[in-house]
């Protein structure tokens, strides 16, 4: 059974390219566009629309940390980075510019198709649940959050974030002023992904954050209970 979703890999080394390609084609993904440099890159996202970004951090004319978010100034599609860098420090890189998960070279060409699929699945379940009409809408006194039309507003501006961002608000706004431990929220929002759990965790909260307003060192929405874990307190105007 074919899948219709739309890949993009964006790799300088032909012999990766032509593997993940191979094995994509074997496992039934049937569209799927490659890149080898950065304007290569930019030139096909400008072009079409892509339901997975796999990118490479090393390209020969830039940055692929940069090409992420460039990438995210044009959509929210997941990125998987896939990489021979593999200090935490380039894995915690990747995820502050807008990655959504990190692989490490050299890699099995299958596990790449299992996070594909985990990333799909997560997307469409979510896309399911926006197109139900009676999908609440969240509405406090800094910002405003519409989840059917993945539309964040603060302070009466629209406000771009990730899918991975907006699955985390989404979370924390059906369920205000509960606690959550670094793993309970991994669990219910990334899934099946396996890769840096606690620091994939704080990376996010804290750049949802600052697209909320919330302050970065006094956060008064999403609190930080020290070893215990995290609580969203919606914002209502009466703590002045």
Not at 63 to 76: E, H, N, V, W, Y
Not at 224 to 235: D, Q, T
Request: glycine letters at 6%.
């Amino acid at each position: 059974m074919k899948d219709d979703a739309n890949i993009l890999i964006v790799d300088d080394e032909a012999g990766i390219l032509k593997m993940l390609d191979i094995t994509l084609q074997k496992e039934h993904f049937t569209h799927i566009t490659t890149a080898s440099t950065k304007a290569e890159a930019l030139q096909a996202i400008t072009g079409q629309n892509f339901d997975v970004i796999l990118l490479d951090v090393m390209l020969p004319d830039g940055d692929g940390f940069a090409l992420c978010s460039a990438i995210r100034q044009q959509t929210t599609a997941p990125i998987l980075f896939i990489s021979a860098r593999s200090s935490d420090f380039d894995k915690l890189t990747g995820l502050s510019v807008g990655g959504d998960d990190y692989i490490t070279k050299p890699f099995n060409p299958l596990e790449v198709v299992a996070r594909i699929r985990a990333i799909l699945r997560r997307q469409r379940v979510y896309e399911k649940k926006a197109d139900q009409p009676e999908m609440k809408s969240y509405i406090y006194d800094t910002f405003t959050f519409s989840p059917d039309k993945a539309v964040l507003t603060v302070h009466g501006k629209i406000v771009q974030a990730t899918a991975k961002e907006l699955k985390l608000l989404h979370f924390f706004c059906e369920n205000p002023n509960r606690v959550f431990t670094t793993s309970q929220i991994y669990e219910r929002v990334w899934g099946e992904d396996v890769f840096g759990e606690e620091k994939t965790v704080t990376i996010h909260i804290a750049k949802l954050r600052k697209k909320l307003g919330d302050h970065t060192r006094k956060p008064s929405i999403i609190v930080n209970l020290r070893g215990i874990g995290y609580k969203f307190i919606p914002p209502t105007g009466d703590d002045s």
